[in-house]
């Protein structure tokens, strides 16, 4: 008897399925390929990602200045010379304050619930020193701490996708 033909027509022998070996090849070539074009667009997702969370958290946090110095503010009795209205700490916008419009201190105002890290500094530092501080006294071209909170900036030097530092925010 005579074999059949059609395992000849189709140039394998019979049971040799599958791909060659330098089939294999092109296709993870052309995947490292893809690969290698598709991370710097997740490094600048992240990024962006991180710098949403950076606005937000820059947000709030004066945000909640603003509320406690206008809470001190209007808080009836006039500021002592000297003193700006403004938090001593950024714990304290967290810890609350004496509410100064209630009778004998019996209300706490608190401006925070937590406060946010700076997502673009070290993450084993604590969030309240991820934060560059200004004070009130403190000329805006040379921000300094002292003895209170007026702003806050990124403590990171890196540059945004936009190429502004982060600590001009």
Known sequence: ??????????????????????????????????????MPLGETLLKA?????????????????????????????????GVSGYPSSLQVLVQGVPDPRAQAGSQTLYFLRRLPRDPMADPALPA??????????????????????????SSSDALSLDGTPYSKW
């Open 49 to 81: 990602q991180r710098e949403r969370e950076l606005r937000q958290s820059l947000w709030d946090i004066r945000n909640a200045i603003d509320e406690y110095q206008r809470a001190m503010s209007a808080g009836g009795a006039p500021l002592p010379i």
């Open 1 to 38: 008897m005579k074999p059949l033909p059609w395992p000849r027509l189709l140039g394998r022998r019979i049971g040799a399925a599958g791909f060659t070996m330098v089939e294999l090849l092109v296709v993870m070539a052309i995947l490292g390929i893809l690969a290698a074009a598709v």
């Open 128 to 153: 309240e020193q991820t934060w560059r501080l200004r004070s009130y006294a403190s000329p805006p071209d040379q921000p300094r701490p002292g003895a209170d909170v007026y702003d806050v900036s």
